[in-house]
């Protein structure tokens, strides 16, 4: 089994960056594909992105292109999401799970969920 555990959340002003960190235990990390979504209250949770075992694929969701980037350290068990030029659209709880076995669009797919960490985008 994989754990993850979110962090870097925080409260920036618009137009601002932030590094979110997503750190796994467990022995199959390297070969999950790997997501991150996010949920404001109300709302499905949201695909953001996604990257493959190897890390030569990235997937972004249309909102968050040119200005979120996904990576992964598999010796480290780690991926992260870079945030720029935030907007305060952006507010709301982030995930990262792992292990989809479909369309890394489609949160349902994947198998290990973190427990998430907020991130606030002022005006």
């Known amino acids: 089994q994989v754990q993850l555990v979110e962090s870097g959340g925080g409260l920036v002003q618009a137009g601002g960056s932030l590094r979110l960190s997503c750190a796994a235990s467990g022995r199959t990390f390297s070969s999950y594909d790997m997501g991150w979504f996010r949920q404001t209250p109300g709302k499905e949770r949201e695909f953001v992105a996604a990257?493959?075992?190897?890390?030569?694929?990235?997937w972004y969701a249309d909102s968050v292109k040119g200005r979120f980037t996904i990576s992964r350290d598999n010796a480290q068990k780690m991926v992260f999401l870079e945030m720029n030029s935030l907007k305060p659209e952006d507010t709301a709880v982030y995930y990262c799970a792992g292990g989809a076995r479909g369309s890394v669009y489609v949160a349902s797919v994947y198998d290990v969920w973190g427990r998430g960490t907020q991130v606030t985008v002022s005006s």
């Open positions: 990257i493959n075992w190897s890390g030569d694929s990235t």
